[in-house]
């Protein structure tokens, strides 16, 4: 067994590795290669590349704009859904154009082919269509044909001018039947008005109708039924003694046979019985009324009247002879008498009497009825109804007859003398015989009301101002004691130098 000795010993005289013994530490310096100025070119090179790489790979624009322009808000809403595009920086500006549909983008800010990022701001202008609010002139639409007026809404792309169609019997096809505006005037028309315009189809095409039967029916119903096919529905009236009155004796189509709208049917319509003409000459006006309740398809007028020697309410008179046959379409006139007394109304009295007067008026009302009235005045005195007024008259009077008015001489008035408040007594007599002054004359006459007229003349021996003469219109003396009606005048004449030739 080799020598138990430590493992190192075997390796030196000290028993340790030579490697284990104190070492002389000395530095070592190594020389440093100059540069290579073509290796640092290359790897400046290859790291602008990788930078250029990097950017388009990470950091560079990848969207294409596309070209909006003529398209709509929806391509742009997908297109921008569809790139990730940042929906908040994208704005619409909306603006009237006459050349470009509502909806039609019109501009955009990006250019058509240009790269951007999801972020990128975009501005489009949006067409709104033609401006509602310009004013158009409206043409004469009526003689216009329907082409011609959409010509013109197509030309002026007005949005709310529609044609309407309608079959007319009256106008002809492709012209205007009416029209009418709302929210606006003709003189204020604009592009956004409503209007609208009814354009004739022509007459209605004729449909096909099956003919019924309306014999002994009432006529009522086939003129409903005509009018509710559009037949043009004839009427012929015919007496008959075994179909009622205003139902159907015949029709000139056969039922059930087909014909078309517009088509005419001819029906023969019952009057009932005929009717013959009375002798009504002597009736009274009750058995009249009783009469035509018993034909009331007869139409009597019976409104002329006049006066006769008849009782009131007799007929006097027919226009159609008796025993004729009465046509459906006659019209028989009966003259009434107005009796034989003429009742003069109240109300006259008072009224001024002259020719033209109401009484007269009414006297020649009833003189041309037939009344022949005359009229005879009275003349008599009145103190309470003024001169020529009418003071009473008669309230009734016969055909023929004298009708009594009474007209107002005014008062009777009895002459006295008069003391004037000087104290002269004023004679009549004196003023007879021209011995007072024209005041006086007058001081007298207008103390008693008297009518009186003065006039003046030159008078040889009188001084101005003197009564020459006075007399009666009716030439009476005049004198105290005696009466003077109202209605005499008395005649005053008073001299005046100025009449002297």
Sequence with gaps: MPDDKNFLDQFSDSGKPA????????????????LNVKVLIIAAIALIALAIAAYFLFLAPKIVMPDFVGKT???????????????????????????????????QNVAAGKKVRNNVKLNFTLSLGPDPDERIKVPDLETMTKQEIQEWIAENKLL????????????????????????????SFTRGCTLKINVSKGPAPAGKVTMEDFEKKPYASVEAWAKSKKIDLIRVDQYSDKVDAEYVISQSIASGKTIKEGDSLTVVVSLGQAVYMPNMVGWSKKQVDAWVRKNPSVYLDMSKEVYSSEAKDVILSQSKAAGALINPEDLIELTVSLGN??????????SEYHDRNGLHDWKDAQNELGAGITVNQIKEFSDDYPVNTIVRYDNGVYVGGTLNVYISRGRNILLEDYTNPDGKL???TDLEAGNLTEDEARELCDALKINYEISYTYKAGKNNGEV????????????????????IVVYITVSDDSYKN
């Design 19 to 34: 490697s284990f013994q104190e070492e002389e530490r000395v530095p070592v310096v190594r020389q440093r290669k100059p």
């Design 73 to 107: 808000r929806s391509d742009v809403a997908a297109w921008v859904k569809q790139q990730g595009i940042e929906a908040t920086g994208v704005v619409f500006d909306d603006t009237y154009d006459f050349d470009s549909d509502e909806g039609t983008i019109l501009t």
């Design 160 to 187: 709310k001018t529609k044609t309407i169609t309608a079959y007319n019997d009256y106008v002809v096809e492709n012209n205007v039947i009416d029209y009418s505006f709302s929210g606006c005037e003709e003189d």
């Design 341 to 350: 007394i003429v009742d003069v109304p109240a109300g006259f009295e008072g």
């Design 426 to 428: 004023l004679k009549w």
């Design 468 to 487: 020459i003469s006075a007399r009666r219109w009716d030439n009476k003396p005049i004198k105290a004691g005696t009466y003077l009606p109202e209605d």
